[in-house]
């Protein structure tokens, strides 16, 4: 072997062999939403610097244990992929293909779905804000709306009201959950399971998703 292709692998090797650097740079997720002390610029550092000063032992949480079993995916084709598809109880109707969300910041009301419920713009509040991460640039929300929803069923189910921001995006959901109305249930999400848990009076609620619907809904949004 020539000098210096015995040097290039030399080099080459040295180069595996040496431990990765510390990366400067970081990346971030970008969002928006009432999530993070709501949306003026002053909650929101305030609720930034709480979590500087919260000392180990101040807080104490109350909530029960939740835990999933094989009985909570029954009828779940296993190893799937696929993300949470629930029905809720929006505006008197129900709601098919709401999306739990756990990535987003924001309670999401699409407009096809806004306009089927009957709801008025003339309903909705100013919101000034822009949301990230619906398409490749930032959205404009046409405005929010509080609406009363309900998860689960009978004695088993709690009704909270939600800030549900509303945009005009094509999508093949009509709402997402995110997880600021995730923490208000203090509802615990097993995409293995296809299903959602939380706490009421009565006891730990259950709400399956739609397996069928879930992937009905992946199929379509390709086509958009």
């Not at 909650?43 to 244990?65: A, I, M, N, Q």
């Not at 987003?104 to 009957?118: C, E, Q, W």
């Not at 929010?144 to 009978?154: D, M």
């Not at 959602?196 to 879930?214: H, N, R, S």
């Amino acid at each position: 072997m020539d000098e210096p292709k015995k040097r290039r692998r030399y080099e080459e090797e040295g180069r595996a062999e040496r431990p990765p650097h510390t990366p400067q740079r970081h990346i971030h997720m970008i969002n928006g939403g009432f999530a993070g002390g709501r949306i003026s610029k002053l909650s929101r550092k305030r609720h930034l610097k709480e979590v500087y000063h919260l000392r180990e032992g101040d807080r104490s949480s109350d909530l029960p244990t939740i835990t999933f079993t094989k009985e909570d995916d029954m009828g779940i084709i296993p190893g799937h992929d696929d993300p949470v598809v629930i029905t809720i109880i929006l505006a008197n109707a129900n709601l098919h293909r709401t999306l739990v969300d756990q990535g987003s910041s924001a309670d999401i009301l699409f407009k096809s779905a806004f306009d089927k419920l009957g709801l008025q713009e003339k309903e909705l509040r100013v919101y000034l804000n822009s949301l990230f991460g619906l398409e490749d640039a930032s959205i404009q929300p046409l405005g929010y709306i509080p609406l009363h929803t309900t998860f689960g069923k009978g004695t088993q189910s709690r009704t909270l009201s939600i800030d549900y921001i509303v945009v005009n995006v094509s999508s093949t959901y009509n709402a997402f959950i995110g997880r600021t109305t995730l923490n208000k249930l203090a509802a615990v999400v097993s995409t293995p399971h296809l299903c959602m848990k939380f706490p009421t009076p009565e006891g730990i609620a259950i709400v399956k998703g739609d397996q069928k619907l879930t992937r009905r809904c992946y199929n379509e949004s390709l086509n958009l």
